[in-house]
C-alpha cells in the first residue's frame, strides 16, 4: 500500500465511521444519499490499489524485456521507498533485491543481503521462502556448492508440494530452471534438461527469460561437443544486456570457441 493510498484509507475510515454514526443517531432518514457517500469515500481505495498493482507490474515488465538491472533496482527502490511496508513485505522486496544482485553478477552484495535474512527465515510465507530458497541456490550454483544446492532443491520441492495451487505453476517452472541450472552444473541428464530448458522458454518467452535460458542451453551444447551450435546461442545471448552476468559469460564463452575451435 502507497503511503498516500495509506493516508486516504485512514481519513476515508475516519469519515466513513462518523457519516455511520451520524446515520445511526440522526432522524435525518435519507439513510441512502449518506450510504452512497460512504461507498463513495472508500471506492477510491480499490482503484489506487489497483493502480499501484499495474505500475510495479511496468516495472518487472521493464525488466523482463530490456534485462536493465540497474534501472530496475533503481525504479523498484523508488517504488518501495513510498509504501507502507509490513515486515513480511520487506522481507520478500530484500529477496527480490538480492535475486538482481546475482543476475548482475554482484554476488557478494546478495550474500550480504540473504545472510541478514537467515534469522527471520522461519516466519516467511511460502512466496517469500521459494524466492529465498531459489537466491541461495543460484548463489551456490556460481561457487560450484553442490550440497548446499541438493539440499535446498530437496526443500523446494517439499514447499511445491504444501503450497496454494495458485502458487505451484509458478513455483515449478522456477524449479525447473534451477534444476536445469544444476544438471547442467553437475553433468546429469544433459539430453532431458535439453527439452527441459526449450519447455520453460515456451512457457515464458520474454527476452530475459529467453536469454538466460539459452545461456545455459548454450553451456549444455557446450559440454556435449555441439560447438557449432553453442557458438551461435552464445552469440545470440551476448547480445542482450550486458549488465548482466550470464551475458558476460556468454561473451567469454564466445571468444573460448573463436580462439580455440574454427567453427565457421
Known sequence: MSKKRFIYWLVSIVVSLFLIGYIWLSDDLNILFYSLLVGLLI???FTFKKIEKQKLMQIIIYYSQTGNADEYLKQLKAHDEN???TRKIKWYQATTYAQVYLDKGSFE???KILIELVEFEPKFNKLTKFLYYRAWINYFLNYDKV?????LLV?????IETSPVSLQQQFILAYQILLAK????????LNETKATIKQVININPTPLMVSSSNYYLGIL???????HEAKKIFAEVAGFNEQLHFVRKAKEYLQKLNEHY???
Not at 147 to 151: D, I, L, S
Not at 155 to 159: F, H
Not at 182 to 189: A, D
Open 147 to 151: 550440497a548446499e544446492t541438493q539440499t
Open 83 to 85: 509504501m507502507v511496508r
Open 182 to 189: 544444476y544438471n547442467i552444473r553437475c553433468n546429469n541428464l
Open 155 to 159: 526443500q523446494l520441492n517439499k514447499l
Open 221 to 227: 551444447e557446450y559440454k556435449l561437443g555441439n560447438f
Open 109 to 111: 552484495e546478495a550474500k
Open 43 to 45: 471506492m477510491p481505495n
Open 262 to 264: 574454427r567453427i565457421d
